[in-house]
């Protein structure tokens, strides 16, 4: 029996098809992977981090938007981020939820990392309680922390912290979740208040020996011909890694005002979390970036690129990879 001549042209066309079909399949299955290779569990989300949270703190005011935890409500939320870290995960989600919290794996389609994203269920209410995400690098060891007291307020310093989680293994991001006038007095100043969530998580971290490093805005006219004012806060713990970042900032051509060296203005010495990190022997780093390297462009790459220098090192230091 003889085949049309059709024939082999036919399995030929076949065969490219279904190469076409296998290949599609596997750049989806590698784009819901994490940098470890693990792939996420299905239906998980797909996010753009910067993205997400820009519409998060899109909504962020004074005079609205913040409401008084109660010392338990601190406790737990701090708590379950603890939790979290050492991978339990159905008891952190178990305390979260008591307290109105969520908590769910995202993939961040930038970096790829898979996240654990904790959040304020009351963010999207007419009267949001304003307490805050965290966001948890769930492919790679929690070795450090990047957070973000004054979101909107200091202008484009929550997208920083975005890039630096992004830069390195590791990370934990911790977000205030309200404008730093949006309560009564000084109420939502979580960078000077013991009594937030915010603090509460970060004392957490710090107690767990995660360095971390604090993003801050100034005024053009608060420290004139510098992009940065570097400090370690309260304590001397990270003052190498404070003179390590100084350095790497001023190789890529950015001002430093170094506040161990000189009078600098906005040294941060009052901060909380600087003082709780003091009192664990924790390195802490107090940077506040000028509206130049805040407004995104060349001068926030290489402050970025510098930061994850140091982030990069205690990633290492752990093990991290």
């Known amino acids: 029996m003889k085949f049309p001549r059709t024939r082999p042209t036919a399995i030929a066309a076949f065969l490219l098809v279904a190469g076409v079909l296998a290949g599609a399949l596997t750049l989806l299955s590698h784009g819901s992977r994490g940098l470890d290779g693990r792939p996420a569990p299905e239906g998980v989300a797909r996010i753009d981090l910067a993205r997400t949270v820009a519409d998060y703190t899109g909504r962020f005011g004074p005079g609205h938007g913040y409401r008084h935890p109660a010392r338990a409500d601190r406790a737990a939320v701090a708590r379950a981020v603890g939790l979290l870290l050492d991978g339990d995960r159905g008891e952190a989600e178990r305390l979260l939820a008591q307290r109105d919290f969520s908590l769910r794996t995202v993939v961040d389609r930038v970096s790829g990392r898979r996240l654990a994203e904790v959040a304020d269920r009351t963010d999207d209410a007419v009267a949001p309680r304003g307490w805050g995400r965290v966001y948890i690098d769930l492919d790679h060891r929690p070795s450090w922390s990047v957070q973000v007291p004054h979101p909107v307020f200091d202008r484009g310093t929550e997208q920083l912290g975005v890039r630096v989680l992004r830069g390195s293994p590791g990370g934990v991001l911790v977000i205030a979740g309200a404008h ?15 009594d937030t969530v915010f603090s509460a998580v970060c004392a957490e971290l710090a107690r767990r020996a995660l360095p971390g490093v604090q993003v801050h805005g100034f005024a053009a006219s608060s420290a004139p011909g510098y992009d940065a004012v570097a400090s370690t806060g309260a304590g001397t713990v990270g003052r190498a890694d404070a003179r390590r970042l100084a350095d790497a900032l001023g190789a890529r051509g950015l001002s430093v005002c170094r506040a161990w060296a000189r009078a600098c203005p906005l040294e941060g010495t009052q901060n909380v979390q600087g003082h709780d990190a003091d009192a664990d022997h ?39 990879t």
Do not use: Y
């Open 282 to 320: 924790v390195p802490f780093l107090h940077v506040e970036w000028s509206p130049a390297v805040r407004a995104g462009g060349v001068r926030a790459d290489r402050a970025v690129a510098a930061v994850t220098e140091i982030t990069g090192g205690w990633a290492r230091s752990t093990g991290t």
């Open 180 to 194: 730093r006038k949006a309560g009564e007095g000084n109420s939502a100043d979580v960078a000077h208040r013991t």
